[in-house]
């Protein structure tokens, strides 16, 4: 789980997080889940990769969320594809459902210039010796 304390600047006009900072706040969740199975970086040196990239993201909010919020963000491995791997979260304040998102990742190579979507199963044997969420 990651923590997010929300202060005034991740807000709008409107005084409610703004919402690419949702988006950003995913990020971190999914860092933060990276960073025991070894980190973005050095998983990527172990499959030889360049990233382990966004493919497609969305959200649907729930409540606003404020200025002194305590954010919790929940992520969820949904789904292993052949080339894909799709991720759920969940982001409450005070245990009330603020928002859900999902994403879809990919782990991306490169071969003599061009930049591919690889299998990822070995990314998925990766992150299993450390544990799922």
């Known amino acids: 789980m990651t923590q997010i304390q929300v202060s005034f600047?991740?807000?709008?006009?409107?005084?409610i997080a703004f919402?690419?900072?949702?988006?950003r706040w995913l990020d971190k969740a999914f860092h933060d889940w990276l960073r025991p199975r070894g980190g973005h970086a050095d998983l990527?040196?172990?499959l030889d990769a360049i990233g382990i990239g966004l493919i497609e993201a969305k959200a649907q909010f729930r409540?606003?969320?404020?200025?002194?919020?305590?954010?919790?963000?929940?992520?969820?491995?949904?789904?292993?594809?052949?080339?894909t791997v799709?991720?759920?979260?969940?982001g409450?304040?005070?245990?009330v459902l603020a928002f859900q998102a999902q994403e879809i990742r990919g782990l991306f190579k490169r071969n003599n210039g061009?930049?591919?979507?690889?299998?990822?199963?070995?990314?998925?044997?990766?992150?299993?010796?450390?544990?799922?969420?």
């Open 9 to 15: 600047g991740d807000c709008d006009p409107a005084g």
């Open 86 to 90: 799709t991720l759920e979260y969940e």
């Open 114 to 133: 061009d930049t591919f979507a690889a299998e990822i199963m070995a990314l998925e044997e990766l992150v299993k010796t450390v544990g799922e969420t």
């Open 44 to 46: 990527c040196a172990r």
């Open 63 to 83: 409540r606003p969320i404020v200025d002194g919020d305590t954010l919790a963000v929940d992520l969820t491995v949904k789904e292993w594809g052949r080339k």
């Open 19 to 23: 919402y690419p900072n949702i988006f």
């Open 92 to 95: 409450r304040v005070d245990g």
